[in-house]
């Protein structure tokens, strides 16, 4: 009984104690400063390292394992209040970036080339798909002026 009793109380001294994550994160950087310092050069090092014959070796797969999460978790960050679009795709589109992350950071942890090298077509759709729809200026409609 005694130690029931002391484990009830060093659970609840447990959950007093634990961090409880707050309903919001106000974000630090603006969507720009994502995309310019954060997804586009860790996608571009993706890219980079599957044209160039894939990573040769541990120091190019841990550099693709940090650009994958980087991707990954810059595709979380997209669909965080403040940043997040109510508007068209904006969180389908976001989550293609985390899924290629994730695949990408799968494909580095297990070096395996190929399936790497096969990843190449979604990191690239992860980035046009959204900005055919909200970098307009970039990717013109078919038939648009040009």
């Not at 394992?65 to 209040?81: F, I, P, Y």
């Not at 679009?85 to 589109?93: A, S, T, Y």
């Not at 759709?125 to 959204?130: K, P």
């Amino acid at each position: 009984m005694k130690t029931a009793w002391m484990g009830v109380l060093l659970g609840g001294a447990t959950l007093a104690f634990a961090q409880v994550p707050s309903e919001s994160f106000p974000p630090s950087a603006s969507v720009k400063q994502l995309m310019l310092d954060l997804i586009h050069p860790s996608s571009n090092d993706i890219l980079l390292a599957i044209y160039r014959g894939g990573p040769k070796d541990e120091k190019d797969w841990a550099a693709v394992r940090r650009s994958a999460v980087t991707l990954a978790e810059s595709g979380n960050m997209l669909m965080m209040r403040g940043r997040a679009r109510d508007q068209g795709d904006w969180m389908k589109d976001a989550k293609l970036l985390v899924d290629a992350g994730n695949a990408a950071y799968k494909a580095a942890q297990a070096k395996d080339g190929g399936a790497l090298a096969a990843l190449a077509g979604a990191v690239d759709a992860s980035c046009t798909t959204c900005h055919k729809q909200y970098r307009p200026n970039v990717f013109p409609a078919p038939g648009g002026s040009k």
